[in-house]
């Protein structure tokens, strides 16, 4: 298996324009998680899916964001219109269950940079 | 409730020296404690994990840890520094059962730096 997958790994743009990212996670894994990356704020949990339904999208920071899982091997989160204060690493990640003792695998992250 | 602190935000060594990273916890239940690894521009990686089985736990690439119930601890170790070992790691603490993804708490990380 190719581990977990997301693209773009980089993305530039324009404060107000609309961005999105995607991520394939490994398959046979039930569970699929975002997460951000700041220097600020460590690493957060923004949303997860649990058989591509979200489960639990407290850690979303407001209504611009929004994510889907249409399928149980893709998901996209989007951002719309984008600030200069979402400039962050974006990780997928996707694990066999939630919580407990199971590992998440975690793509390489997408380094969004919005001006 | 669930909390993890990263005593150290940046620890530099020299290589060949031991590496100690330091990790404390706290929780309501028999929690599961990981160590992720994450090098630069990369995901992050599992080191290693404990689960309620041996309080040493081997992991990859020489890092072993120690799971400390009475000192609530669980600190990341080395005997030998390799270059190859700088990165940011990650102390995580996840509820012993399974169960609300939203329980597992990431800490802050801690950058090591080796020294040639």
């Known amino acids: 298996d190719a581990g977990v997958i997301q693209s773009p790994r980089h993305e530039v743009t324009e404060m107000g324009q609309e961005v999105t990212l995607r991520c394939k996670p490994i398959?046979?894994?039930?569970?699929l998680f975002w997460y951000r990356q700041t220097m600020m704020r460590g690493l957060e949990l923004l949303i997860y899916f649990n058989n591509n339904v979200p489960i639990d999208d407290s850690g979303m920071p407001e209504d611009r964001f929004s994510a889907k899982m249409p399928n149980a091997s893709f998901s996209t989160l989007k951002i719309q219109p984008s600030e200069p204060r979402d400039s962050a690493v974006y990780f997928c990640?996707?694990?066999?269950?939630?919580?407990?003792?199971?590992?998440?695998?975690f793509g390489p992250g997408t380094r969004l940079t919005v001006l | 409730a669930q909390s993890v602190t990263q005593l150290d935000s940046h620890v530099s060594v020299s290589e060949g020296t031991p590496v100690l990273l330091r990790c404390n916890y706290s929780s309501s239940y028999s929690p599961s404690l990981f160590w992720y690894v994450q090098h630069p521009n990369k995901g992050l990686q599992l080191l290693l994990k404990?689960?309620?089985?041996?309080?040493l736990v081997k992991g990859i690439n020489g890092f072993e840890a120690e799971f400390k119930k009475s000192e609530t601890s669980f600190h990341l170790t080395k005997p030998s520094a390799h270059m190859s070992d700088a990165a940011e790691y990650f102390c995580?603490?996840?509820?012993?059962?399974?169960?609300?993804?939203?329980?597992?708490?990431f800490g802050s990380g801690t950058r090591l730096s080796i020294r040639p």
């Open positions: 990640a996707s694990s066999f269950i939630a919580g407990g003792p199971s590992e998440q695998f």
């Open positions: 995580v603490v996840s509820p012993g059962s399974y169960s609300s993804a939203s329980k597992i708490i």
């Open positions: 404990y689960t309620s089985a041996a309080t």
């Open positions: 398959s046979g894994h039930d569970y």
